[in-house]
């Protein structure tokens, strides 16, 4: 029986038949071995055939090809990967100023991985109600940034129900994933979308100042208006996977279709005539974004050799 998987905790699966009813799954072994490159060969918003079976317990059998996901690379693991969520057509990268604060590093990072995927994000600055004078006016610069390069920028707020109306709206029929650092409210949001959801949350931590884990295992959720939302764990770092230094400029939105650089496989890094270069001397291309830029290039460069 087909099935779609809406919680992995990494040893048992919860599984959505084509009936509407969930059971519970284990893993069928050989998955361990034809997938060794992922650190979780199953993921949340897979599509997969389980074999039902009272007596020794429900097992999945075959995972279907997936149209996307969003994938990192393991952090303990550098030659592994793990994959986030799959099958999605939204992202929604959630953005703090401060407490925690997102750098552009992260940010650039992880739309450049969705961008890979051919999966839309946008950016949600969450939290808008609680910014002190330095992180509006951080928030304003970084709204500039990313929409002028052609992402979808929204300020929301999830405790004082901002824009919110706005996300449903945007959401409806979509099967969406939220993802971020810990503590930028992404379970706060999804509660504001439909309080009947009602997940756990916690403030953030006073000895540090960082998000508290809230969300141990990804999980999707079935909201109420006709909308489906893959809530994550909280990520620290966000290494790229299965990008090479060829193919990561076009993963900028902004260097796409800006004219001829003199050589055709012009990285934008050393090479004269590069018309990146240019427009980034004329104040056109973000001096973080391509700073962030040359910091993958280098690191893939230095990952191959």
């Keep these: 029986m087909k ?31 034809d997938n060794i490159n992922s650190t979780n060969p199953i993921c949340v918003g897979d599509e ?5 079976d009272k007596s020794s317990g429900n097992v999945i059998k075959k995972l279907f090809e997936r149209k996307n996901y969003v994938v990192r690379k393991s952090v303990k693991l550098s030659k592994q990967f793990h994959i986030i969520a799959s099958n999605i057509n939204l992202c ?23 961008l890979s995927y051919g999966i839309d994000t946008f950016i949600l600055f969450n939290k808008i109600d609680d910014y002190d004078e330095e992180s509006k006016q951080n928030v304003k610069i970084l709204t500039e940034i ?39 409210g992404k379970s706060t949001l999804i509660n504001s979308l439909d309080p009947e959801i009602n997940i756990k949350t916690l403030p953030i931590s006073n000895s540090n100042l960082t998000g508290q884990h809230t ?6 959720y079935d909201l109420n208006f006709d909308s489906k939302i893959i809530d994550t764990p909280g990520i620290k770092g966000f290494g790229l996977y299965n990008i090479n230094k060829n193919e990561l400029k076009d993963y900028f939105k902004e260097f796409i279709d800006i004219g ?9 890094y050393h090479e004269p005539g590069c018309e990146i270069k240019k427009r980034l001397k004329n104040g056109k291309i973000s001096k973080s974004r391509y700073d962030n830029y040359i910091s993958m290039l280098l690191e893939i460069e230095n990952n191959f050799r």
Excluded: W
């Design 3 to 33: 099935g779609l998987v809406y919680k992995s905790t990494g040893s048992s699966y919860r599984i959505k038949l084509e009936n509407e009813k969930f059971i519970d799954c284990k893993l069928s072994g050989r998955f361990r071995i």
């Design 48 to 52: 997969v055939q389980v074999k039902l």
């Design 92 to 114: 929604f990268l959630i953005v703090t100023p401060k407490n925690p604060q997102t750098s552009t590093m992260f940010i650039d990072r992880f739309l450049a991985s969705t």
């Design 146 to 184: 990313y929409k002028s390069v052609g992402y979808e920028v929204v300020l929301v707020s999830g405790r004082k129900k901002i824009n919110i109306d706005y996300l449903k709206k945007v959401m409806k029929g979509n099967t969406c994933v939220f993802s971020g650092h810990s503590g930028v």
């Design 215 to 220: 969300t141990t295992f990804s999980q999707m």
């Design 260 to 268: 001829s650089c003199k050589f055709n496989n012009c990285t934008h």
